[in-house]
């Protein structure tokens, strides 16, 4: 069991040594989060690397991760616990058959631990040798305000209260990471429980060490050039603008077509890696990923000569 | 004082008035109502305005919206002894109310302003200016600039407001429910809900008596894009009545407004008093009854904010003209996406009113082809219809997911 980050720096390099290239702010969120025990509240667009942090995290400290994707009507049943009703039945008849009339034992005896099937929020509560687990949950915004409201008790207390037993208390803190996509709003009552942080698209410098990092199969020539092209297309006016995981995908498709650099073709031909939707599509193949193409072979071109003449 | 009211004293008299005046202003009281005020002032005495105010709010107030009405309505009937004497010595208030503009001074609410000034517009001339100008001037200006860049929304008489809050009343309701995936005991229901099961099992040995459930269901959210155009000026105030109704009334209502540019005002009409809601409304919509470009508004709502208020099946109601001072460029490709992100697409258009209306507008040609229904929202009538519409079982539309709707 690794121990937790004692300072930003280290927070930064736990980060780093799990292969995430995070900013400054993002390291100062992800410290303060793990060293005052409260739950990171992760907002952003698809594909930013929202959910990669929780798994990073876990593997750099060497934590269990339990993961809670969320979707609309998640329920108690799925997400907390649910009791198993059928070997509870088959427990009633025997007890019935072996004349085991005291109702009050067979009703203590069936709702026991025995009988429950742990679903990941309570599974994040349990004891566990590795220390307190990594619990994920994922894309909050897409269950509905109840579940939510649910979340505020477990994630204040770290408690959650089954009516049969009674309030099970977390052995340990888990490290808790919320996502949100932002597809709607989340209540404030939850957010002033967490560190709040949004993450956002990178700036070259970063996305280009990032590119490095996932795909070193990619020249330094293409990844730079990718870069330039995804930033200069996030000025775009888009309906979806590409994240850095799209970015990543584009990259390593480029590398499968065995190009070292870009070129209009290549580009038309792996676009629906970068974009996905065909208004963006249409609006950018042929001519338009051209003039971009154009633009990003100028400005490197320029930075080159810069560069050579500093020598 | 305390103790020394009699019936028929002055004080008494001045709280009958004082409460016919929160009568006609619109909130609900009785007769009965009055006595209470009578005996509540009576009990508690009148130590100090602070007690005096909140004895009488006590009776008065019943619903929160109704606290801005009854705290004007206060200040400015108990604020002058000597506009409370002569009132009281004309028996019923019967003032000249100068409609001179003061940009400076707050108004009042219409409703409020034309219950203090009743019916009695004949006889106002009898009453000398100058003593009541103070207190009365301040409280009853009017202003004119209604007709400005920044509308003003006081303008809604109570006639037109008890109407409009009469068939809003009968429009909440009915808006169609979706299915969830949470579940509700229920006796007819088709799936069996095992954990009721086997409680209920434990309290009956022997027969294992089945409980069962069936799914929850529940409004989809409700986002309402609402033109303020010039052109539609006349009918955005009563759809904005209307919304701040539906706002109140349930939960996941999200409102834009649009003429030049989008305005999210959702924030601002949780305010449960309409008035207060319209007045921040007002405060920060900048291009009121100016020109529209709907596409260009589209385009920013699609970019900014469809997957933020669209998310869980949202159910769209856009209230326009559909004529686009802009040219058509791009309206169409905005009005797909549109269209593809939510549940349903309903265009609400007052030009509908006119039997032989088609969309002859380049923008409402385009427009026409991408809604899931059509309907008119000109009168009060017409948005009892739509209420109907909203709340049947079968829909115009033919998209899938538009059959697993149900009438509320």
Known sequence: MAALPGSIDQAQDLLKAGHYVADRSLATAVFLALKLGRPLFLEGEAGVGKTEIAKVLAETLDRNLVRLQCYEGLDIASAVYEWNYARQMIEIRLAEAAHEGDKQKIAEDIFSERFLVKRPLLQALEPDPKGAPVLLIDELDRTDEPFEAFLLELLSDFQVTIPEIGAVKAAAKPIVVITSNRTREIHDALKRRCFYYWVDYPDSERELEILRTKVPAAGLDLSKEVVAFVQKLRKRDLFKLPGVAETIDWTDALVQLDQVALSSAAIDSSLGALLKYQDDIARIRGSEAAAILEQVRADLAAEKAAKLLQH | ?408
């Open chain 2, 1 to 408: 004082m305390p103790g020394e009211i009699q019936r028929g004293s002055r004080l008494a008299q001045n709280i009958l008035l004082f409460a016919r005046t929160l009568r006609a202003a619109g909130l609900p009281i009785g007769p009965g109502k009055v006595i209470d005020a009578i005996e509540a002032v009576k009990a508690a005495g009148i130590g100090s305005r602070e007690d005096f105010y909140w004895t009488l709010h006590a009776v008065f107030v019943q619903r929160r919206e109704q606290r801005e009405i009854f705290d004007q309505a206060f200040h400015i009937f108990w604020k002058n002894p000597q506009f409370l004497q002569r009132m009281m010595s004309l028996l019923l208030p019967q003032l000249r109310y100068d409609k001179a503009e003061d940009e400076d001074r707050d108004e009042i609410a219409t409703r409020l302003a034309e219950a203090l000034q009743g019916d009695r517009a004949g006889a106002m001339d009898e009453i000398p200016v100058e003593q009541e100008e103070v207190e009365i001037d301040a409280a009853l200006t009017f202003s004119d600039r209604e007709l400005l860049q920044e509308m003003d929304f006081e303008k809604m008489t109570s006639a037109e407001l008890a109407e409009t809050k009469k068939a809003i009343a009968g429009l909440r309701l009915p808006i169609m429910e979706v299915p969830t995936r949470r579940f509700a005991a229920d006796a007819r229901g088709r799936r069996v809900d095992m954990r009721a099961t086997l409680r209920a099992s434990l309290r009956n040995a022997g027969a294992i008596p089945l409980k069962l459930k069936s799914p929850r269901y529940r409004h989809p959210p409700l986002v309402i894009l609402c033109d303020i155009s010039g052109s539609m000026s006349r009918y955005s105030r009563m759809a904005l009545h209307f919304v701040h109704a539906i706002t109140n009334d349930r939960d996941r209502v999200h409102t834009f407004l649009f003429g030049t540019r989008l305005t999210n005002i959702t924030r601002d009409l949780r305010h449960r008093d309409v008035d207060v809601a319209l007045d921040r409304v007002a405060s920060h919509v900048k291009d009121w009854s100016g020109g529209t470009r709907i596409g260009h508004s589209l385009h920013d709502f699609n970019t900014d904010w469809s997957r933020r208020v669209l998310g869980q099946g949202a159910v769209v109601l856009l209230i326009t003209d559909g004529l686009d001072r802009e040219g058509v460029e791009g309206l169409e490709e905005e009005m797909i996406r549109l269209q593809k992100s939510c549940r349903r697409l309903i265009w609400l258009n007052p030009l509908l009113r006119y039997e032989a209306y088609r969309p002859q507008s380049q923008g409402a040609k385009a427009m026409i082809r991408h809604v899931d229904d059509f309907r008119p929202i000109h009168n009060l009538d017409s948005m009892q219809d739509l209420a109907d519409a909203l709340g049947r079982a079968t829909m115009r539309s033919d998209r899938p997911n538009a059959k697993e709707t149900r009438a509320a």
